[in-house]
Nanobody, 114 residues
Framework: QVQLVESGGGLVQPGGSLGLSCAAS????????MRWYRQAPGKEREVVATIVTHGRITNYADSVKGRFTISRDNAKNTVYLQMNNLKPEDTAVYYCNAVPPWPWGQGTQVTVSS
């Protein structure tokens, strides 16, 4: 059974930082690219960042370039998202998933507000 468990969200002030983690199980993690997505209230889910299997190639949405960093640890079946200089428009539920995607996890809420 595939499981994706996101954690690390919370409330942070503008300009602050958060680190998200996603623990994956039930599939061969190391052979699939991974993505972080986010969904803000009233908006569609969007891709935030992508990392290839070996981790040496990454891609980011223009809105987060230079502020977010995606990484992975294949030995721990975990993908990470380090978010710096957070802005109110980063407020959303953040999800991880493989490419192609499995059933979604519960996500983790990130709220950026003063």
């Amino acid at each position: 059974q595939v499981q994706l468990v996101e954690s690390g969200g919370g409330l942070v002030q503008p300009g602050g930082s958060l680190g998200l983690s996603c623990a994956a199980s039930g599939f061969t993690f190391s052979v699939l690219p991974m993505r972080w997505y986010r969904q803000a209230p009233g908006k569609e889910r969007e891709v935030v960042a992508t990392i290839v299997t070996h981790g040496r190639i990454t891609n980011y949405a223009d809105s987060v370039k230079g502020r977010f960093t995606i990484s992975r640890d294949n030995a721990k079946n975990t993908v990470y998202l380090q978010m710096n200089n957070l802005k109110p428009e980063d407020t959303a539920v953040y999800y991880c998933n493989a490419v192609p995607p499995w059933p979604w996890g519960q996500g983790t809420q990130v709220t950026v507000s003063s």
